[in-house]
Nanobody
Framework: QVKLVESGGGLVQPGGSLRLSCVAS????????IAWFRQAPGKEREGVAC????????NYADSVNGRFKISRDKDNNTVYLQMSALKPEDTAVYYC??????????????????????WGQGTLVTVSS
């Protein structure tokens, strides 16, 4: 059974850093494209970053490009989202997601949620002083 579990959220001051983890089970995550999304209160869900199978390609939303980095730990079947220079507008629940036919588009393309069949429960990130 495919399962994704996020962790690492919390309260951080503006300018600070956090690393979110997405632990996969029931499948080998390195073989799949995986995305991070976020949803702030009262706002639509937003694609933040994605990574293709075998790390051939990554993509970031303009709002986080240069501040966030997505990566994999194949040995631990985990995908990370390293977040730096955090801003209050980064406050949201962050989710990782995947799907058998999900495709992480190249740099500069919108990060959509088409074909994302499996989602984690989310982890809350609050950026506030």
């Amino acid at each position: 059974q495919v399962k994704l579990v996020e962790s690492g959220g919390g309260l951080v001051q503006p300018g600070g850093s956090l690393r979110l983890s997405c632990v996969a089970s029931g499948f080998t995550s390195d073989y799949y494209n995986i995305a991070w999304f976020r949803q702030a209160p009262g706002k639509e869900r937003e694609g933040v970053a994605c990574i293709s199978a075998f790390e051939k390609r990554t993509n970031y939303a303009d709002s986080v490009n240069g501040r966030f980095k997505i990566s994999r730990d194949k040995d631990n079947n985990t995908v990370y989202l390293q977040m730096s220079a955090l801003k209050p507008e980064d406050t949201a629940v962050y989710y990782c997601a995947t799907g058998n036919t999900y495709y992480c588009s190249g740099e500069g393309s919108p990060i959509g949620d088409r074909y994302l069949d499996h989602w984690g429960q989310g982890t809350l990130v609050t950026v506030s002083s």
